[in-house]
């Protein structure tokens, strides 16, 4: 078995090699609110947002720095459809198996078993590595939050890279 990857100093190895300062860590103050689920997982919508930067063949591929936009994923897309780029991951093991930054297969196999009521009808992909904390805070996650209230999700499952 691989052992964990230790992604603190592989990102401070990126920026730097990048040419970038040194990654400044956001510090959040206090905790996040807790908002408790209305009801059990086995009756909840799914949604999903992840920073893998997987698009699906035909959409546009993401860019490099400070990225904020978005794709929409259909969640009954063939899973051979979906394509990754970054510029911050190796993305060998995302090419050969998209599951592995965004596992929608687990997540169709989960709501068969019952385990999850439905999944949202699309998932919310963007690319992580964004330098800007304000851009996240003020563009991104808003955009977000809007996507998932217009898809009725009753959960959101954040998947980082």
């Known amino acids: 078995m691989m ?3 230790d992604y603190i100093p592989r990102i401070r190895e990126n920026y730097e090699k990048l040419g970038y300062k040194p990654y400044a860590w956001v510090v959040n103050e206090g905790a996040p ?3 408790p689920l209305p009801k059990p997982l086995s009756e909840c919508r799914l949604g999903v ?3 893998g930067g997987v698009y ?3 959409q546009v591929a993401f860019h ?3 990225d904020t936009s978005t794709r929409q994923i259909p969640t009954d897309v063939d899973t051979r459809d979906l394509r990754s780029t970054h510029f911050a991951y190796d993305l060998t093991g995302a090419r050969r198996d998209p599951n ?3 596992p929608i297969d687990p997540l169709r196999r989960l709501v068969r078993e019952g385990f999850l009521g439905s999944l949202a009808s ?3 992909t963007f690319m992580g590595g964004i330098y800007s904390t304000r851009r996240v805070s003020e563009t991104l996650a808003p955009a977000l939050a809007s996507l998932f209230r217009e898809d009725g999700v ?3 499952l954040l998947v980082p890279v």
């Open 122 to 124: 699309r998932f919310h």
């Open 154 to 156: 009753d959960a959101v």
């Open 100 to 102: 592995a930054v965004f």
């Open 3 to 5: 052992p964990p990857v």
């Open 64 to 66: 490099h720095k400070d």
């Open 33 to 35: 609110p807790w908002t």
């Open 49 to 51: 947002a992840a920073s």
């Open 56 to 58: 699906v063949t035909g």
